[in-house]
């Protein structure tokens, strides 16, 4: 999805909001314009004052409510924090605006201890993150950083009553809109005495593989049961054993058309 503000609303106020577009979202969030409150001064009377990195943090205006606490409130544009600002009855000016870059403005609220708010008070869906989330955002690692290494396990076909319907339908809204993957399978691990099990996804996807992936795990880390495991794997088609446990298995998503790898056939030496 391009990135623009009128994309970033779009998205916000989608009925079906949810993890499954976390990846546009932080990605647009980190490169476009945003808009944050500054307690008035008779200076600023009528601008938009305009931060860069480097600049002196500033004094970031907050707002307490009974169920979310302190938050520092952020919009998407002006006309939504105008908005928000007359929907709380704000005095005439008691805020002006500011704004800066996402990415800058995120490492500039990763240094002070309130969490935030994106478009309180507005027609959009509102988004609360915790400091973490922000200083993940500000530095990037939003997209990095929880690849681990891939385990060796023994997996088994899940049967379509057992799967975790609301993980998987947010990673079912998230597959549509990836054209370069062509096909999910899920799976469970056999788990040894006295462990868990955890759930294992195989893409056959094309193109840059940890781009998918790391955006898949931005998706699966959010609508994930707290108390579940999962893993992501690529499907190999040199993976005899994986081809084989796939095309015995039907895929919870696949594009129309897909036809699933042919397994490779024993080749028998020819007796002399």
Request: hydrophobic share 40%; glycine share 6%.
């Amino acid at each position: 999805m391009e990135t623009s503000t009128e994309n970033l609303e779009r998205i916000l106020v989608a009925r079906d909001f949810g993890p499954h577009y976390y990846p546009d979202l932080f990605r647009m969030l980190r490169e476009l314009e945003l808009v944050f409150l500054l307690p008035y001064h008779p200076e600023m009377l009528g601008e938009t004052v305009t931060l860069k990195n480097g600049d002196q943090l500033p004094q970031f205006a907050v707002w307490d409510s009974s169920d979310q606490g302190r938050r520092v409130p952020i919009f998407s544009s002006p006309r939504l924090a105008n908005d928000a600002c007359k929907a709380i009855g704000a005095e005439p000016h008691e805020f002006a605006l500011a704004s800066m870059p996402g990415e800058g403005l995120f490492q500039l609220l990763a240094c002070q201890p309130d969490a935030i708010v994106l478009n309180p008070a507005c027609h959009t869906n509102a988004v609360f993150l915790d400091l973490a989330a922000v200083r993940r955002l500000g530095d990037g690692t939003i997209f990095r950083g929880e690849l681990g290494e891939r385990q060796q396990s023994r997996v088994e076909a899940l049967d379509p009553a057992d799967y975790p319907t609301n993980f998987v339908q947010e990673l079912f809204s998230f597959l549509k809109q990836r054209p370069q993957v062509r096909a999910t399978w899920i799976f469970r691990t056999v788990p040894e005495e006295g462990t868990a099990f955890e759930y294992v996804f195989v893409l056959d996807a094309e193109g840059d593989w940890l781009e998918v992936e790391r955006e898949f795990r931005v998706v699966a880390s959010a609508a994930c049961a707290k108390d579940s495991q999962y893993g992501v794997a690529p499907l190999d088609p040199a993976n005899k054993a994986l081809l084989t446990l796939t095309a015995q298995t039907t895929p919870f998503f696949a594009r129309p058309g897909y036809v699933p790898h042919a397994v490779p056939k024993r080749t028998r030496k020819k007796k002399l």
